[in-house]
């Protein structure tokens, strides 16, 4: 790698590091957030979420992560619970992306687009494991927001909840 590229990778990912509020402690500190923080949940296979997820741990697991950065590596790590569950249907990622969103966002507060994205898939989650009233709250959170949601409408109707909310 020639000395310009190091330096543009380094540059992009002080960038990255500087944006979630993390000093730059090492090569392998970027790579967890890097690999934690994960743009598209949606294409990853089985063997990326593993890695994924593993990287969230170490983040959320780590006492010198700052309350911030440990709101969204648990949040990222409920999604990727979220995309496992849908995959294998695993009753017990469905519990800990529950989990996982409901801790994360007492922890960080998200823009308001990842708000209303981690409700949905929360609400998902909670209809799955047959908590309809939970899953109906998370939807009409999210409409009241954004009245407009297709998905938080999706849930409502699936739950048998009129949509004329």
């Not at 509020?21 to 949940?41: I, K, M």
């Not at 619970?81 to 294998?88: D, M, N, T």
Request: net charge positive; proline share 4%.
């Amino acid at each position: 790698m020639t000395a310009r590229r190091f330096a543009l990778h380094a540059a992009i990912a002080s960038g990255l590091l500087g944006a979630i509020g993390v000093p730059p402690a090492s090569a392998q500190s970027v790579q967890l957030v890097r690999d934690c923080l994960t743009e598209t949940v949606a294409a990853l296979r089985m063997s990326d979420l593993a890695k994924a997820i593993a990287s969230c741990d170490e983040i959320a697991n780590n006492t010198a992560t700052s309350r911030d950065l440990r709101g969204q590596a648990l949040g990222q790590r409920g999604l990727l619970y979220a995309k496992r569950w849908s995959l294998v249907e695993i009753p017990q990622d469905a519990q800990l992306g529950i989990t996982d969103i409901t801790d994360a966002l007492q922890a960080h507060a998200f823009p308001k687009d990842r708000k209303q994205h981690l409700l949905t898939i929360r609400g998902q989650l909670y209809q799955a494991t047959g908590q309809t009233r939970r899953a109906v709250d998370d939807f009409k959170a999210v409409l009241t927001e954004a009245p407009n949601n297709e998905a938080a409408r999706a849930g409502l109707r699936k739950a048998g909840t009129p949509d004329s909310y």
